[in-house]
């Protein structure tokens, strides 16, 4: 799905991929809604000719671990900036509960690491 450019304006989306003179708009695109948190939007996303490693990439947050397979990340989406799942808990954009529950969409062994 392809990313409205009013989200971006400002937001640092490009430049959290690294060289934004190299990519444009219409190189990235939302590979997985993950859903609302908090009036956040949470998605994760690809940028097109950006080379992904598949390995485990653990993000912390909340005291969670949440670990993606690939290095890829999801962003939460908050009054047109995009923050990582930490920028935006300490930002108090999401809440704790709201992480957990991010971790159990995005990570198939969450819930076994991390036990409510």
Request: aromatic fraction near 14%.
């Amino acid at each position: 799905m392809p990313v409205k450019p009013q989200y971006l304006i400002g937001g640092g989306i490009i430049e959290r991929f690294g060289r934004p003179e190299v990519w444009k708009l219409e190189d990235i695109s939302v590979l997985w809604y993950v859903g609302n948190y908090s009036r956040c939007e949470v998605v994760y996303m690809e940028c097109l000719g950006l080379q992904y490693t598949q390995t485990h990439y653990p993000v912390k947050a909340a005291g969670y671990t949440i670990i993606f397979g690939t290095s890829h990340e999801a962003y939460v989406h908050n009054d047109s900036n995009f923050y990582t799942i930490n920028e935006a808990y300490d930002a108090k954009l999401i809440t704790k509960s709201d992480v957990y529950n991010i971790g159990k969409k995005l990570d198939p062994d969450f819930t076994e690491r991390n036990p409510k």
